[in-house]
C-alpha cells in the first residue's frame, strides 16, 4: 500500500463537517455509494497501516498513531498485533483513547518503533511481539531513570535539571538539560534608553511517569521559571523514549502569566527562552566536531580545529577523516610540519545560528568569548538543527518548525573546553523582546455602549482588560539523539528529516470512515461521479489556496505559524491584518474542533490535556456573562441556576468537551456524561428546540428550564461553530429521538424560505447570511431522511 498524502489524510480531517455540503447530489448517487461502502470490510479483517509520507521511520525513535473501530467490533480488553506487509513481527504497545457508549474500544493509540523498517503494516487483534530491548522506568529518590537499552535518561523530580544526565553505554552524551529564560523590564520604544536583562531558570514544582513501556515511556515534568523569590511563566515539558531508541523527544509548552499593561512600572518581557544541554568534551580539539544544517541537506561540517585549508598539507587520508568526522590518526605519523604547529591553528569554540526572519539566517562563530565573531555563512530557511561531540559520542539536537516560528537561534558555545554548552533558543536573544501589549489603547471605549459602537466599524469586540496576552500557551517539539560517535553525513540528513517532519503512521480514510467514529462526517477521497469530482476539486482547492496564503503572506512567527487570515480586502489586495476582529482567525468559526481529531490521530498528550481542561467551561458563566454588553439590567449578576447559555455558538464548545471527556473515560467523565445527556434532553424538550436560540441553565443539575412559550431566536453563527459536528456525533451515540428531531427541524429550516419558515415557527428567521456555508446543514438532514425514505430526496 502506498503512503498516504499527508495532505489527503489531513485534508480529510480538517473537513470532516465539511464533507458534505453537496450532499443533495450526492444523494442521487446513494445506491452506488452504498454498494462500494467501505463498511462492507469485517470488523475482523486487519487495518492497512502506512507512512504519510515516504522515507519510513528515517531516523526517529518511533511513531505513535490513533485507529479507530466500529461500535461493538472490540472489547475494551482487546489486544493487537502489528505486522510488516511481508508479515514480520513489530513490537507495539496499545491503549484505549475512547469508548463506546457500550464499552467497546472506540479508539486505540499504538506506539511502534523497532522493527518499522518497511513501508506498509497490519493491524490486526492478537498478541503483540515484545521488543529486544525493553524500555524500563525505575524512580528512586528525586529522580527517574528511563532506559531504551541503548540510552538511560536521569531525570529530576526538583530543582532546575530537567535532565541530569544522558548516557550511551558507559559514556556521558550530556548533562543538565535545563530551561532558560531571559527576562527584560521594559522596551526601547524610541528613547534610547537601556533595558537590562534578567535570568530565569526553570524550577521543576513535579514530575511523574505517564507511560512505562513496553515500547514506548513518557515523563511530564511542570514547573515555573524562577529568580530569588519571584516564579513566573508555568512550563510543561513531556519526555519521550521508545525501545531501542538512541533519541528522546520533547514537547515544550509555555504559559504566559506575565505583565506587559500600557504604563506598568516593569513590563515583563521575555528576550530569551531557550532549552540548554551541557555536552562533555573528550576528545582532542582536532576529534571534536560541529554540524549545523542550513538549508535542504547543506551543512556547516567543522571541526572544532580543523586540519584542512592549511598552508601545509596533513595528509590526504588525515584531511578526509576530519570531514568524516572519523578519529584522525597519531599526530605523529602526518607530516611534522603540521603536528608541530598543532599549537598554532585557532580552535573554534562557540558558534551561533540566527534565524530572525522567514527568510533569512546568518552563521558565525569566533574562538572564544572575548574576541571578535567572524561571519561563517548564512541562507535563507535553516533546518534548526545541529551536533556537537566528537569521535567518541556527541548530541545532535534539533527545533521543529525552526524559520516557520522565527525568531530562533541554535548556540554552540565552549566546545573548545571540557564541555560545550547548546542551547535550543525558542525566542531569539538577538530578535526584540517578545512585545505581546494591546496594539492601540482603547480610543475612549470604555463602556459597553462605545465598545459596541466599536464592534460596528471594526469588528472588534474591544473591552478593557481583555486585550492581554495573560494565559496565551506556545507549543514547541525538539528531538535529541545521544550518538556513539560523531554521525556521517547521511545519518545527520536522515535525523534532521526527522526533526522537519517527524515520521508518522497512519490508518488509511477508508478505515476511518469505516468506523463511523464521527458522526458518519469523515468521507475519504471519492472521484466516482462527477459531483464528488467536484467537491473534491472544491476541497483541494481552498486547502491548496489557504495553504499557498500562508507562504505568499508570509503568515509566519512565533505566536502566528499556524493561524490564517480571517477576511480579504479587496481594495487592498490584503488580508485584513490590521483590522480588528478580521485580522487572525484565531479560534473564528472553531478550527480548534479539530484538535479532537487530531488527538485521536496522533494520540498527542498536549492536546489532550487542552480538551480536558475545557471540562468545567460552563462554571466561566458565573464569571464572564456573554451577554453583559447587551442586557438591559447593567446590574445583572450570573445566577448559577438560571446561566444564560445559547444553544449554538455556546451549547456546542461545552457538549464538545463533555463528549471527548466521557470518550475518554477522563477524570469528569461521569460528570461530562450527565451533562451532556441532560442538556440533550432539555434542549429537546425547548418549545421550539434548537430554534429557542437559548435557555436558563442550572449549573448545579446540569439542565436548561424548559420554557413555557416558543421563540424564535436563530443567528448565522449559531451552527457554524461546530454545532454540526457535536450533532452529527452525539445523535449517534445517544439514543435521544425527539433531541434528533429538533436538530434535523433546524437543519432543514435555516436555507428554507421565509414563507416555510413562517408556516413552521410562527414566524420567519429574519435576514440571516451564511446561506452556502449552511448547506452543510442541508446536507445533513437529506442524509438522514434519504436514510428513511430511501431513494427519495426529501422536499
Not at 101 to 114: F, I, Q, R
Not at 346 to 357: I, K, N, R
Amino acid at each position: 500500500m502506498p503512503p498516504i498524502a499527508r495532505r489527503n489524510l489531513l485534508k480529510a480531517a480538517a473537513v470532516t463537517g465539511a464533507a458534505v455540503p453537496f450532499s443533495w447530489l450526492l444523494a442521487k448517487n446513494a445506491p452506488q455509494a452504498a454498494a462500494d461502502s467501505p463498511a462492507a470490510k469485517s470488523a475482523d479483517e486487519p487495518v492497512d497501516i502506512t507512512w504519510l509520507e515516504d522515507g519510513g521511520l528515517g531516523a526517529a525513535a518511533g511513531s505513535t498513531f490513533g485507529v479507530p473501530w466500529p461500535k461493538g467490533a472490540h472489547p475494551g480488553d482487546r489486544t493487537f498485533a502489528l505486522t510488516t506487509a511481508e508479515g514480520k513481527e513489530v513490537p507495539l504497545q496499545t491503549w484505549a483513547t475512547a469508548h463506546w457508549p457500550d464499552g467497546s474500544l472506540k479508539w486505540t493509540a499504538h506506539a511502534a518503533g523497532e522493527g518499522l523498517t518497511g513501508s506498509a503494516y497490519r493491524l490486526t487483534t492478537g498478541t503483540p511481539a515484545a521488543p529486544a530491548k525493553k524500555i524500563t522506568v525505575a524512580e528512586s529518590g528525586g529522580r527517574i531513570t528511563v532506559d531504551t537499552g541503548v540510552i538511560r535518561a536521569v531525570i529530576g523530580k526538583d530543582g532546575q535539571r530537567l535532565v541530569r544526565s544522558v548516557t550511551r553505554g558507559s559514556t556521558e552524551i550530556a548533562r543538565d538539560g535545563r530551561l532558560v529564560l531571559l527576562r527584560q523590564g521594559d522596551l526601547d520604544d524610541g528613547d534610547h534608553g537601556s533595558a537590562a536583562w534578567e535570568r530565569f531558570d526553570g524550577e521543576i514544582s513535579g514530575a511523574k511517569v505517564e507511560q512505562r513501556g513496553p515500547v514506548r515511556a513518557v515523563v511530564r515534568i511542570d514547573g515555573k521559571h524562577r529568580k530569588g523569590r519571584r516564579a513566573w511563566l508555568p512550563f510543561s515539558v513531556r519526555l519521550y523514549f521508545y525501545a531501542g531508541a538512541d533519541s528522546f523527544r520533547m514537547v515544550h509548552t509555555l504559559t504566559y502569566d506575565g505583565d506587559q499593561t500600557a504604563g506598568h512600572e516593569s513590563g515583563d518581557f521575555i528576550r530569551g527562552l531557550g532549552v540548554r544541554f551541557s555536552v562533555p568534551m573528550r576528545d582532542q580539539a582536532y576529534d571534536r566536531h560541529i554540524r549545523i544544517a542550513g538549508e535542504g541537506r547543506g551543512f556547516l561540517t567543522e571541526a572544532v580545529k580543523g586540519v584542512t585549508g592549511l598552508r601545509r598539507d596533513p595528509g590526504a587520508g588525515v584531511r578526509a577523516a576530519q570531514v568524516k568526522g572519523e578519529k584522525l590518526p597519531d599526530p605523529a605519523i602526518w607530516d611534522q610540519r603540521v603536528t608541530s604547529r598543532l599549537h598554532l591553528i585557532p580552535t573554534w569554540g562557540d558558534y551561533t545560528l540566527a534565524q530572525l526572519s522567514a527568510d533569512g539566517f546568518t552563521l558565525r562563530k569566533r574562538t572564544k568569548p572575548g574576541h571578535g565573531w567572524i561571519a561563517a555563512g548564512g541562507g535563507g530557511r535553516a533546518s534548526g538543527f545541529g551536533y556537537v561531540g566528537g569521535v567518541s559520542g556527541g548530541l545532535s539536537f534539533g527545533l521543529r518548525d525552526f524559520w516557520e516560528k522565527f525568531p530562533a537561534q541554535l548556540d554552540i558555545r565552549g566546545a573548545a573546553g571540557d564541555a560545550a554548552e547548546v542551547t535550543l533558543w525558542l525566542w531569539s536573544p538577538e530578535a526584540q523582546p517578545m512585545d505581546l501589549r494591546f496594539y492601540h489603547d482603547g480610543m475612549g471605549q470604555d463602556t459597553f455602549p462605545e465598545q459596541l459602537e466599536g464592534l460596528e466599524i471594526t469588528y472588534e469586540d474591544y473591552e478593557p482588560g481583555f486585550g492581554t496576552p495573560y494565559g496565551i500557551a506556545r507549543t514547541s517539539e525538539l528531538t535529541f539523539w545521544a550518538n556513539a560517535a560523531t554521525p556521517d553525513a547521511d545519518t545527520l540528513v536522515r535525523q534532521a528529516a526527522a526533526v522537519r517532519t517527524p515520521p508518522q503512521l497512519a490508518a488509511g480514510p477508508a478505515d476511518i470512515a469505516r468506523a463511523k467514529v464521527f458522526g458518519g462526517l469523515f468521507a475519504p477521497v471519492d472521484r466516482s461521479t462527477p459531483a464528488r469530482a467536484r467537491i473534491e476539486d472544491r476541497l483541494d482547492f481552498l486547502f491548496d489556496y489557504h495553504k499557498g496564503q500562508v507562504e505568499q503572506r508570509r503568515w509566519y512567527g512565533f505566536w502566528d505559524f499556524g493561524d490564517i487570515m480571517h477576511t480579504y480586502d479587496g481594495d487592498r489586495h490584503q488580508w485584513r491584518y490590521d483590522v480588528g476582529g478580521y485580522a487572525w482567525d484565531n479560534s473564528e468559526l472553531s478550527p480548534d474542533l479539530y484538535r479532537r481529531y487530531y488527538y485521536f490521530l496522533t494520540a498527542d498528550e498536549r492536546t489532550g490535556d487542552i480538551m480536558h481542561a475545557l471540562v468545567d467551561s460552563d462554571e466561566t458563566f458565573l464569571v464572564l456573562d456573554p451577554l453583559r454588553k447587551v442586557r438591559e439590567d447593567p446590574d445583572h449578576e450570573p445566577d448559577p441556576h438560571a446561566l444564560s447559555i445559547g444553544l449554538g455558538t455556546d451549547w456546542s464548545g461545552l457538549a464538545g468537551a463533555w463528549l471527548t471527556e466521557w470518550e475518554r473515560r477522563g477524570p469528569k467523565a461521569k460528570k461530562a456524561e450527565a451533562r451532556l445527556r441532560s442538556t440533550m434532553e432539555t434542549i429537546a424538550a425547548q418549545p421550539n428546540g434548537f430554534v429557542q436560540g437559548s435557555g436558563l441553565y442550572d449549573l448545579d443539575t446540569g439542565k436548561y428550564a424548559i420554557e413555557d412559550e416558543p421563540k424564535v431566536s436563530v443567528s448565522h453563527l449559531s451552527a457554524v461553530f461546530g454545532l454540526v459536528e457535536v450533532c452529527a456525533e452525539v445523535i449517534e451515540l445517544i439514543d435521544l429521538p425527539k433531541f434528533k428531531e429538533a436538530w434535523l427541524d433546524y437543519c432543514r429550516y435555516f436555507n428554507a424560505t421565509k414563507a416555510e419558515q413562517k408556516a413552521r415557527y410562527g414566524t420567519d428567521f429574519g435576514s440571516l447570511i451564511l446561506v452556502q456555508g449552511h448547506s452543510r446543514l442541508d446536507a445533513y438532514a437529506a442524509i438522514q431522511n434519504l436514510a428513511l425514505v430511501g431513494d427519495k430526496l426529501p422536499g
